[in-house]
């Protein structure tokens, strides 16, 4: 089967100028637009797919996420959760990047994005460790790498995006995400360690078992967040959208009434960034709902599935041609894209010629994508931290590149041991 | 932030209602769900509705501001003019996918009218109805923000 030429043909210039700079969301709109006057379609399928694909229960739980993750980071809980990580594995060689990638995992539990965590952990680390003569350069690598445990770890907006994409269980990519976050936190420790006694930094003393229990107790709160999140949904208890409602209350108590931190006008800052953030969040996702469909009217899939089938025959292979063209597309583009546009495509072709479980398929790609957020032109991730530490994005670049191989070991790992991924989906009966 | 700045920006500041109207809704399910073991039919409609109006008057919002989601490689390399130039043709680009908005959005608006949600009856163009509102307002931004940019580079 051959798709449309005219389709592929747009479809490969939309990429190139979105490249030279055209904003993102326009692109996908300019690219559907041309088709849909070239085909002699009617314009009101612009509006229909730009509003309506909105109008799903389950997109709710994206705005709410982002909600509940500011609300916690506006709450000043980043400063106790590096204290209590600090105390916990701060004497460990390699000290404060354990104290680092410790404190992203704990913090990956309420944020649900890489983004989130380099906003709201990044500047306390890097001033941390810098300060203690870490060299920054590592500084930034295991800052930025321990930020890409965010989005596998639930709650994880990407796994949202995907799940409402590909039409797989939230619920199940959440609990599937859960090793395969702890199996990424180990390897960036297991290197950290091996470069922290290379170079001899120094490590904490340790303060003691009731120095632990102190900053345990002031961290306490917001570590219970993932507890709810992951065990209403693991028991049915809650969709992903009232999963999301209760993160925000929870939240709301934490900030309003537990650390009494939060003001008026901190509330309205939080309000302020979450509304902005999600509509341009949202919007990209609207866009690419009309470029989906106009891909699929252009028989897109199709092609694809059957140059997949035609050329591959292994699971195997098919997983390490996918790992090699998200990597490429997840640093071209805006890691919503290939989420919503081409993971709908590969995962019923994953399902049904290969045989791949829906969920671990699901957390390789989510996963697979996000490594994108640390590779210029478009790594978001890496655009935060070069304002964090007015360093050039090459150098920010260079410094998390050494840190690219324990994430893409991790990476592997869960592609070629689907248990990782699915042994905790399995036990809670998905 | 101080919050009588919010009020000179209107289109943020619905889109922050909606946000916190939603978020609403969504906590009063949850405790009806759960309290009152009394699930409620209307919620789901009302907050996809909202979250539909939140996402486009926060998008003029983000176009006002000027933080679309592009890549910026082009920025570092070219000089200040080619780059305005560059720029102003994509501007253009922008302004007809607009203008195919609006004229879709008219037409939407008279085919959907006879159809409405299930539970609560809303009208479905109403829902839709802000898309090619929102062009509107967007179609100025983008207008006046590629006359500052060309002013800017040959200043």
């Known amino acids: 089967m051959s798709a449309d030429p005219f389709t592929v043909t747009l479809i490969f210039a939309s990429i190139i100028v979105i490249i030279m700079g055209f904003p993102i969301a326009y692109a996908m709109i300019l690219c559907s637009m041309i088709y849909i006057v070239f085909n002699d379609l009617p314009l009101s399928l612009l509006v229909h797919e730009l509003g309506l694909s909105l109008n799903s229960f389950t997109m709710i739980a994206i705005p709410l996420f982002m909600f509940a993750g500011k609300l916690m980071t506006a709450s000043g809980i980043s400063d106790r959760i590096f204290d209590f990580t600090g105390n916990l594995v701060g004497r460990v060689p390699g000290g404060l990047g354990h104290v680092n990638v410790t404190s992203s995992l704990v913090f990956a539990g309420m944020s649900g994005s890489t983004l989130a965590d380099v906003a709201g952990l990044g500047e306390i680390e890097y001033k941390a460790m810098t300060r203690k003569g870490y060299d920054p350069d590592f500084t930034i690598g295991v800052t930025l790498s321990s930020a890409a445990i965010g989005p596998i770890l639930p709650p994880s907006l990407p796994m949202v995006l995907y799940g409402v994409a590909a039409g797989t269980s939230i619920s199940g990519l959440f609990l599937g995400g859960i090793l395969p976050g702890l199996l990424i936190a180990f390897s960036l420790m297991v290197y950290v360690f091996f470069v922290g006694l290379a170079r001899g930094y120094r490590v904490d003393v340790w303060a003691g078992w009731r120095a632990l229990w102190i900053s345990f107790l002031r961290a306490a709160p917001p570590l219970f967040t993932p507890f709810i999140i992951v065990g209403g949904m693991a028991m049915g208890w809650f969709s992903p959208t009232e999963a999301a409602t209760v993160a925000v209350l929870w939240a709301l108590f934490i900030s309003a009434i537990v650390y009494r931190t939060l003001t008026t006008t901190a509330f309205a800052e939080v309000l302020y960034d979450v509304a902005l953030s999600s509509s341009r969040l949202l919007f990209i996702v609207a866009t690419a709902f009309l470029f989906g469909w106009v891909s699929t009217f252009g028989e897109v899939p199709q092609m694809l599935a059957a140059a997949i089938e035609g050329n591959i025959t292994s699971p195997v292979v098919f997983l390490l041609v996918c790992i090699v063209v998200n990597l490429i597309l997840g640093a071209v583009l805006e890691n919503a894209i290939p989420l919503l546009i081409l993971a709908p495509m590969l995962a019923p072709i994953a399902e049904a010629t290969y045989g791949l479980d829906p969920i671990h398929f699901g957390v390789v790609m989510v996963f697979n994508i996000m490594i994108g957020q640390f590779t210029p032109p478009i790594g978001l991730s890496l655009f935060v931290m070069r304002d964090i530490t007015g360093f050039s994005l090459g150098r920010v670049f260079m410094a998390v590149l050494p840190f690219l191989g324990p994430l893409i070991i991790s990476l592997l790992i869960m592609a070629f041991v689907p248990s990782i991924v699915t042994a905790i989906p399995r036990a809670a009966g998905f | ?155």
Not at chain 2, 50 to 72: H, N, Y
Not at chain 2, 98 to 103: C, D, T, V
Not at chain 2, 119 to 127: C, K, Q
Request: charged share 15%.
């Open chain 2, 1 to 155: 932030m101080k919050l009588r700045r919010l009020f000179k920006e209107p289109d943020l500041l619905i889109s922050m209602a909606f946000l916190l109207g939603f978020f609403v809704i969504c906590s009063l399910q949850v405790v009806v769900r759960f309290v009152l073991t009394v699930p409620l039919s209307w919620t789901e409609e009302l907050v996809a509705a909202l979250v539909i109006w939140m996402t486009f008057f926060g998008v003029i919002a983000v176009e006002r501001k000027r933080s679309q989601i592009r890549v910026e490689l082009l920025e570092d390399l070219l000089p200040p003019k080619p780059l305005a130039l560059l720029y102003t043709a994509f501007d253009v680009a922008i302004l007809a996918c607009l203008i195919a908005i609006i004229i879709g959005g008219w037409h939407t608006i008279s085919e959907t009218g006879y159809q409405r949600t299930p539970a609560l009856g809303i009208p479905i163009n109403s829902l839709v109805a802000i898309v090619p509102l929102a062009s509107i307002a967007l179609l100025v931004i983008v207008l006046r923000n590629a006359w500052q940019r060309l002013r800017e580079a040959w200043a």
